[in-house]
């Protein structure tokens, strides 16, 4: 148990930069919703084009740091190695993207948005050079610095949003300080509010080189074909993993403009689908941060507890209340789900696409299995399976994508990512246990997941209610279903804990 307790100290201390940033950044999706869904589809394509190029720019890097750099006395030679290939990487294909950014815009069918596919390779290449100086913070267990960073960076990024485009908009426009007018008409053109988030985020990238500083002045630009050959080789299936496994995820934004047949929403141009199903998802990203949470943690606890030889109970236990605690969060988000459209899709025309949360939820759920459940492959170095299962996955998620979209909108893109997850996870589960043994609790596991989406299902029957009897129906229904968790797993909860809930044990 105490070996539990540090790994959900650590994800809780790397979640605070991840969880907290996003429940800030909700903030930004109030005020994003102010503006008509077609100008923000831009944004949101760019975006998911950036998320697929990342792992390109890292080329599986930051796993390979963790796996070679295990020992203190290879970490700086390692760290210099790594730096270099990913800095060489990530300019070069930075540099090609701003020279032909005007073909690239074509090819995206947003010809008028040259300028900002330039500024999205400069936002790129920042966060692939960066990858692994925080990749370094994890490694030495620097969570606080590893925080203090992305807090700073998120907190900046915020403020220059509400800059742009709340400020500048409103002095624009004459609300107040109107001696500013002027000046803000110099930077301020209305209408155009995904270049001012592009803008926003590069301005707050740049100032981790600052801060990442000191991680930076101890590199020193270095290359040893010999040395990197092994590391490539281990790298590059895991590359390839991630690129199937961003396109799990990705593949809905980048293609919905391809796949939806115009017209399909009736007074909806398909920008304005993107934009609303963009925005709408992100309702669900609660259990993404708290999955991504506990991969930083989570990753190089794995690896330090490899060879010990109660590793698989240890990681059985991982995997359960993993689950348990994403299952909480899914039921909670779903039960009040009526109640946080409210708060923070400021226009209804972006309530239309509610309906694929619930399933956004469930596929981030199981792909959060699939994270733990690829321990294996990790450990035993056969990271060539964790290429296949992925592949798997994402040709799952493109095939339904290109039966389902047009048929279903983008309904049909939570249902593909959904059914991918669960894919991937179950022949993880297969694979593992033939190669590396745990003993997962497989019937708990999906007995916590079937009562989850049962009351869901259920509460989606009870009509919808004015604002503050809505609040407190989600708020109870989330008690009760907590309440009830609890009670099953009394007897593994900390006798502390079951003596301040009034729990008796068996």
């Known amino acids: 148990m105490s070996v539990l307790k540090k790994l959900a100290g650590e994800t809780a201390t790397y979640g605070v930069s991840t969880m907290l940033g996003r429940l800030l950044n909700y903030l930004l999706v109030f005020l994003y919703t102010q503006f008509d869904p077609a100008l923000l589809a831009i944004q949101a394509q760019l975006y998911a084009y950036a998320g697929f190029f990342f792992i390109v720019y890292t080329f599986g890097m930051e796993t390979a740091f963790f796996r070679f750099a295990k020992k203190e006395t290879d970490r700086q030679a390692y760290y210099n190695l790594i730096l270099s290939a990913v800095i060489v990487v990530s300019i070069t294909i930075s540099t090609l993207i701003v020279i032909f950014a005007e073909p690239v815009a074509r090819l995206i069918e947003y010809p008028e948005e040259a300028t900002l596919v330039q500024l ?11 990858a692994i100086p ?30 742009f485009l709340v400020f500048c908009r409103d002095i624009y426009e004459g609300e107040y300080l109107p001696a500013l007018q002027p000046i803000v008409s110099l930077i301020y053109v209305p209408n155009i509010p995904a270049a001012y988030i592009v803008i926003a985020n590069l301005i707050a990238n740049l100032t981790f080189f600052w801060f990442l500083r000191q991680e930076l ?3 020193q630009f270095v290359w040893n074909r010999q040395v990197f050959q092994p590391v490539w080789v281990y790298a590059l299936p895991i590359m390839i993993m991630n690129l199937a496994g961003t396109t799990n995820l990705l593949f809905d934004r980048m293609s919905l403009q391809y796949l939806l047949p115009e017209g399909f929403y009736p007074g909806r141009s398909t920008r304005d689908a993107i934009g609303i199903y963009s925005q709408t998802l992100k309702l669900s990203i609660f259990m993404n941060l708290a999955i991504q949470a506990f991969k930083y943690a989570a990753e190089p606890f794995f690896f330090s507890k490899s ?7 240890v990681f059985a236990d991982v995997m359960k209340w993993f689950v348990i605690v994403c299952v909480l969060m ?14 923070f899709l400021k226009r209804k025309i972006y309530h239309e696409g509610l ?46 994508n290109i039966l389902l979209v047009p048929i279903m909108g983008y309904l049909g893109c939570a249902l593909a990512f959904a059914t991918s997850s669960v894919i991937m996870a179950a022949l993880c589960y297969l694979f593992g246990q033939k190669y590396y043994p745990v003993p997962y609790r497989v019937g ?5 997941v079937l009562f989850g989406a049962a009351t869901v299902v259920l509460a989606s029957q009870v009509p919808r209610v004015d604002f503050w009897p809505q609040l407190g129906m989600g708020l109870l229904g989330t008690l ?13 909860l900390p006798l502390r804990f079951r003596r301040m809930l009034g729990i008796r044990a068996d």
């Open 120 to 130: 999205m390779a400069l936002i790129m290449a920042t966060d692939g050079i960066m």
């Open 134 to 163: 925080f990749a370094r913070l994890r490694m030495e267990g620097k969570a606080k610095k590893f925080v203090k960073v992305r807090i700073i960076n998120i907190l900046l990024n915020i403020g220059l949003n509400v800059f």
């Open 217 to 219: 002045a101890a590199f």
């Open 307 to 313: 060879e010990d030889k109660n590793a698989p109970e």
């Open 330 to 343: 899914g039921v909670g988000i779903c039960l009040n789900l009526p109640v946080l459209a409210d708060i």
């Open 355 to 400: 309906p694929v949360v619930p399933w956004m939820l469930l596929g981030f759920l199981f792909l959060g299995i699939y994270y733990n459940l690829a321990t294996w492959f990790k450990l035993t170095d056969k990271t060539q399976y964790g290429t296949y299962l992925t592949i798997a996955g994402a040709s799952t998620t493109a095939l339904l």
């Open 444 to 448: 708990s596991a999906l007995g916590y």
């Open 480 to 492: 009760v279903f907590s309440t009830i968790v609890l009670v099953l797993e009394r007897n593994a």
